[in-house]
């Protein structure tokens, strides 16, 4: 594969923030990613994802901070000389160019001699297999496909990196999960530093080799997908992170990491995610699948075993999602291996190291000098 992209070592966000009409849209983005790197920018709609990656683009000027590139400033560059491919949600062809044509575009417009074009164009167009459909146009293709030209037109550019704004939200979803398949595949053959922007928490994990979890413009937490997934940094990454339960409870006893929560008319045992002592009101992050129906009969009381009442059952594949009610009315998304009945009682076992508790206060426990010793271990890492 002669597709490759042009070598640099780090790519470091410095503050970058970016405001509009005053309001921060992006605040204090401080990241270093390596060459070669697959790097997700996650969190919900509205918390500055596209920002960052607009900033990044040269799409939008910054209004606070500096892009470098091997320590080299690449904001004060506008976009086309950054040297950057763009994917975006909504592909962007030319509806009256063909395949081949619109992945040739960017460089004819380069200036790039014919045969270079030709040779370039044929192994981009082989690498998202669209060989069948290089003279069609855009409108004769389905979705997928479409998104693949817009890919092929990207890599074609051999540029330092991809940018990707939600490249696959338009897809059905069985195109989704084959698209997602395709551009992992692409990043390991080609190695192409790829910055890309999603809300949805299953891509990024399953995509990136780094995440980075934003709220209201401020990154929440920056790891890689098993850190991100089994220790969230506050209850907002966990919520995020498929955490569905969250409870507000009050903390009783802390040994270590070791706590004890009461409230709800429970009293279970849990793990301390942040500082917190005893009488402080926490919140407590289960994820369904550390929620467990007891299918055992026998198990009906000790360490974390309750009571609660089936009130709807989803059929998963191999096993179900079940939404219970506590005794005290409290609704909990648990998981089951067999289905229970609808308004039958089950036994539910918590795992005390899987039930995270946090403080209600987001930014309590996480301190901007803590925020910045977190991103330089990451990076030297
Ligand atoms: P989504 O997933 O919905 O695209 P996002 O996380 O990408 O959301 P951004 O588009 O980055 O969010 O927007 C972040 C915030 O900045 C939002 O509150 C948005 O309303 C605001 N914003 C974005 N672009 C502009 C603009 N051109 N003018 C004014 N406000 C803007």
Redesign the pocket.
Known sequence: MSLTASAFDTLELKDVGRS??G?E??ADLNLTIRAGEFIALL?P????????LNCLAGLLPLTHGEILIDGKRIDVLPSEKRDFGMVFQNYALFPHLSVAKNVAFGLEVRGVAKAEIKRRVSEAIALVKLEEHAKKLPGQLSGGQQQRVAIARAVVLEPRIVLMD?PLSNLDAKLRLDMRTEIRRLHQSLGLTTVY?T?DQEEALSLADRLVV?RE?RVQQIGTPTELHNNPANWHVADFMGYRNLLDMELTEVSGSEARVSGHGLSLAATLAQPAKPGDTVRMAMRPHDLNVVNDHTVTTGRNVFTATVGVVEYQGREFAVEVTTSTGQRLFVHAETAPRVGEEVTLVLDPARALVYQQNLDAGVSEEEREHQELAEVGS
């Open positions: 509009f009409g309001r849209a992006l969190g709609s509205g918390c500055g994802k596209s920002t960052a939600e922007v809300h934003l413009g």
